[in-house]
């Protein structure tokens, strides 16, 4: 199996410089992931699809989603592709490898759950910041140009704000210095993660039904649709930090009047 394995990575790799690998296909692999898992939440959105599921009642404009993808191309090329390139150095110098053999599915495991457990971290601490007064401003209020968010959504945002919590998502990597595999794997998981939060959806198959301390779109769109100053519910992934730093509270207490009215009309 191992052989095999080893084999396919070869054959679909063998022609591509390390550098290549780490730049163009690692672009690619986010593009594709993106996109595909973005697309379906814009479309429910715009044919009026699953609307029992939707979250809020409101919905975008055709010509306000355009707008939105327009300026994502735009970013992704001119930002998160250079950015990929002029770093690629600093993760060859802290391990990044591409050779074979390839790791063990225990090791990649090991260092996905790493990766979720740090950036969830990092990233409460610098989205909490965006919400001071001034950064908000001037920087993370372009997120919030969309208080409905749909999937693709989630990665909308001024070009400082990508740099300043695109290093939550690197920073695991960069750390472990793993294998292209294992890098691969890590970024289709938090991209498909972060379209999820921002989908604007909350399906009974929806993974927060599933998996404890999972946020999920309700947890995440109620960061959206409230004012920027009482939003809380700042981090990724999970829900821990923002219960053992209290900016969950406010969305508790709407939680549990949502469930009040709602067993009223039952």
Not at 119 to 145: M, P, Q
Request: aromatic content about 18%; proline content about 5%; some cysteine.
């Amino acid at each position: 199996m191992a052989s095999a394995l080893d084999s396919a990575w070869q054959a679909v790799t063998g022609n591509l410089s390390e550098f290549q690998l780490a730049t163009v296909v690692t672009f690619l692999i986010h593009e594709t992931a993106f996109f595909l898992s973005g697309l379906p939440s814009l479309l429910f959105e715009r044919f009026g699809l699953f609307a029992k599921y939707k979250i809020q009642k409101k919905s975008n404009t055709s010509a306000y989603q355009m707008r939105c993808v327009l300026r994502l191309i735009l970013y992704h090329v001119c930002v998160n592709l250079p950015i990929m390139i002029f770093s690629y150095p600093a993760f060859k110098f802290m391990g990044l490898r591409s050779s074979l053999p390839l790791p063990h599915w225990t090791v990649v495991v090991s260092q996905v759950v790493f990766y979720f457990v740090l950036e969830d971290f990092i990233f409460y601490w610098g989205h909490r910041a965006l919400h001071t007064k001034w950064l908000y401003k001037h920087v993370h209020s372009v997120h919030h140009e969309y208080a409905t968010p749909f999937g693709l959504a989630s990665e909308y945002a001024h070009p400082a704000e990508i740099l300043f919590l695109g290093f939550a998502t690197v920073a695991g990597p960069a750390i472990t210095g793993p294998h292209m595999l294992t890098l691969w794997i890590w970024i289709v998981l938090r991209v498909v993660e972060t379209v999820e939060a921002h989908s604007g959806y909350h399906f009974p198959w929806s993974p927060s039904n599933f998996l404890p301390l999972y946020g999920g779109s309700e947890f995440h769109d109620y960061h959206h649709r409230v004012l920027y100053t009482k939003s809380g519910n700042y981090a990724s992934t999970f829900v821990y930090m923002d219960w053992l730093f209290g900016t969950d509270k406010d969305y508790r207490k709407a939680k549990a009047v949502e469930e009040k009215e709602g067993k009223k009309q039952l």
